[in-house]
């Protein structure tokens, strides 16, 4: 049995992650801003902290973590598009939930990021096609502040030694029913959200994927064997 810690517990993501997490036999603590959703976590199993990311201090995480005591931490907020905007929950919250770790001595970390997060000065990654080129073009001008501040999240992320983390970045989110999959150097495409929520729970008990930054698209493999294909050979994770 895992004990899981959901900063976010109340995204559609989360929402698909607890319950396959609570139906694998796992215990699932859902950290949510007020009890909007509740009671639809509470039937999917969840116990259930009420704590906004936006006004709670690196204490009152260091205070939530240590009473949970969670093996993972899967960090699921995000502003939505919504006030108080991405810099505040996506980055700004992503930080104090790093800070907290590491005060409460709690390693183990998943983050979902978002396909494309890049420093775009260096050029091209080497695998897209002109496909890819045109989507992240658009998708840069369409909503730069939260790719910004997801890219500034990582950045940030990779200068915490005491954390082990993963992330994970999903392509366009969509509501279709998971299927197969692909991992690693991806092209960009669409993602079913509950396919992401399969792969977060395979690589929080799979060994090797701490340190790594995996794409996740709609694909035509098993989880298990696209995860053994990134483990296995580190260069196939995105770490740009």
């Known amino acids: 049995m895992v004990r899981y810690l959901v900063v976010g517990g109340g995204g559609k ?9 609570v139906d694998a036999g796992h215990e699932v603590h859902s950290v949510i801003r007020n009890d909007g959703h509740s009671d ?7 116990k259930i902290h009420i704590l906004s990311l936006e006004d709670a201090s690196v204490p009152d995480l260091v205070s939530l973590f240590s009473e949970v005591k969670p093996d993972v931490v899967i960090f699921a907020a995000g502003a939505a598009g919504k006030p108080p905007g991405p810099d505040v ?7 104090k939930v790093f800070d907290a770790l590491e005060s409460a001595n709690t390693k183990r970390l998943i983050l979902i990021g978002a396909v494309d997060v890049r420093t775009r000065d260096k050029g091209w990654p080497d695998w897209y096609n002109e496909e890819d080129k045109e989507t992240s073009d658009k998708v840069w001008k369409a909503i730069p502040t939260y ?26 989110l969509t509501l279709e029913p998971a299927g197969k999959v692909q991992l690693g150097k991806t092209h960009l495409k669409q993602t079913s959200r509950e396919l992401v929520a399969q792969v977060i729970l395979a690589i ?20 298990d064997d696209e995860l053994s294909k ?10 740009g």
């Open 147 to 172: 790719l910004d501040a997801k890219l500034k999240a990582e950045i940030e992320l990779h200068k915490r030694k005491q954390i082990q983390f993963t992330v994970v970045r999903p392509g366009g």
């Open 40 to 46: 639809e976590l509470k039937k999917l199993g969840a």
């Open 13 to 21: 993501v989360a929402q698909y992650f607890t319950k396959q997490a």
């Open 204 to 223: 929080s008990t799979k060994k090797g994927t701490e340190g790594l930054t995996i794409d996740v698209m709609d694909g035509e493999g098993s989880i």
């Open 89 to 95: 929950i996506d980055y700004e919250g992503a930080v």
């Open 230 to 239: 990134v483990v296995d050979d580190e260069t196939d994770a995105w770490t």
